[in-house]
């Protein structure tokens, strides 16, 4: 062979390098060799929605258009690559069969792979290396202007944009003509090639049908089928950047965050300023001597350039931890935390002594408390999230701090009731608006309440834990409270001893794990209201009507003077039945018989 011959590999196709030098002149009367594994695994790429797949065919075909014109011969060689070695593609597998074509060949390899050069070079290949071009055209730029936070193209849609300051967005229209397939996917490959060649480029995700790029500030998805029903553009840059004294920060603030805030979860509604008040933040420990890292996917925090930013290691954020573990930062933002993954990955660093800033999704402040409840164990979450700050219209709306005390809980009165408990006070005022203790089984969260208020929320709780431990003993105990430890069940004769159990054991246990005394007595019946019903055929159910006045409450179903069942009352103001069952048919013939009774 001549040194005309020449085969290109997967990256100088996908570049689009090589039309670019026919084009010039530069490979007339050339013979190219294109690897059919080459063309494998683009048509593999395109199959599965990924913008590289789609960038390499085009680059094909528009080869083929040129060939004529410049009396350039195109053939394919070699065997489509096994099932085993496009899985091993990632580590080289492919790049070492297309290599050994240009040995066998007798050509020169044409790459934009540094590393496919080098071994070429170390095996004896002619090859030729070409440096990714930054010249690459960049249309999506144009729909962008000073104010504008976010372009959002989707095909046969008017294009529309984000503009203005967080909290204080406008989503306008840009154009009156909607943008077609053949645009929207032209600026798609264009955007995919200007990430690879960009120095400030970067792929960051790339798979089945979704693309995320990011283009400097621009963190750029790219969706198609099979994966959202169309192709869709979504580019996202921040319009503006603030330092910590932009907030207005309190005193009181300014020093916790100095000396004692370590566990931060920075929370809010999309579009409101979290990330913003991050860069504010982590610039802010930066300036204070502290060694700041982020752990981002993908990254698109605006911050200097001391502050190194973290991807998520082999797609996996616990990988990217494992790294800051060994450099040990003061202090790093996750941004963002959203799975339990996350969230304990977020703990298992701050437990390891790492300062962390977490962004959150959140639509009030408690609900990034909440997030930890389940997630975190009880006892440590004021260790991992010291300080919550909510952030509304770009501004702090509410700063709460999280402390571990031992104490009886709002709204209990025995001491020996007292429990680990976690309260959530407002920073500024550190008045404890909310509590988090184990009741039973569960962690709830709890307002702090006075009075009665109190008291009902707490014996609320007090009830459901009870009931949840008697279902294996009794159905439908009526509970009534005679203070705060004391409770009166009130159940059927026949079902108290085995409530009570022998020796009393079953109650005892009962009571020591509910922290309450317990009186047990029969359920008399003859107390209650009774209430006219009528009964109903309805589908495939029984359906008692009793009044959506009554819905909520438990009603004893009587026939005669025998108790049948006890049951709650829907919200319909329904007790239901299933026709096929044994119960629906006595209540028909009771009340066919005139000899229902509801009591309440």
Known sequence: MTADTIVPDTSLIIDGKLTTLIEQGELDAAHIIISEMVVDELENQANRGMEIGDAGLAELQELQELATAHDIEITFSGRRPTPEEIEMASSGRIDALIRDIAETEDATLYTGDRVQAEVAEAKGIDVRFFEQSNDVSFQLMEYFDDDTMSIHLKQNMVPKAKKGQPGSMEYVELTDEPINYDDIDTIAKETYEKAQAAEEGLVELNMEGATVLQIGDLRIAITRPPFSEAIEITAVRPVAKLSLDDYELSDKLKQRLREQAEGILIAGAPGHGKSTFAQALAEFFDDQGQVVKSMEHPRDLQVGPEITQYAALE??????????????????????????????????????????????????????????????????????????????????EKIYKLELTVKVPTG?????????????????????????????EETVIVPVQEGDSATSKTQELAEKQLKHQLQQYVDH????????????????EDDIPHLIGKNGENIERIEDEIGLSITVEPRDTTLKETIEAEVEEVGNSVAIQIGQEFAGQEADVFRGDEHLFTATIGKNGQIRLTKQSEMAGQVLGAYAANNLDIRL
């Open 315 to 396: 797609g996996d954020m616990e990988n990217t931890a494992d790294v800051l573990l060994l450099v040990r930062p003061d202090y790093t933002v996750f941004d963002e935390v959203r799975k339990t993954d996350d969230f304990e990955t977020f703990a298992d660093m701050r437990l390891a002594g790492v300062g962390m800033i977490g962004v959150v999704h959140a639509s009030e402040a408690l609900d990034a408390v909440q997030r930890l409840i389940g997630r975190v164990d009880m006892g440590v979450i004021p260790q991992v999230v010291d300080t919550v700050v909510f952030i509304q219209n770009a501004g702090i």
């Open 412 to 440: 209990m009165q025995e001491q020996d009731l007292a429990r680990p408990v976690v309260q959530v006070r407002d920073f500024e005022t550190d008045e404890a608006e909310y509590e988090i203790y184990t009741y039973g």
């Open 477 to 492: 105990p009526q509970v009534e409270f005679e203070g705060q430890d004391r409770v009166k069940l009130y159940v059927d």
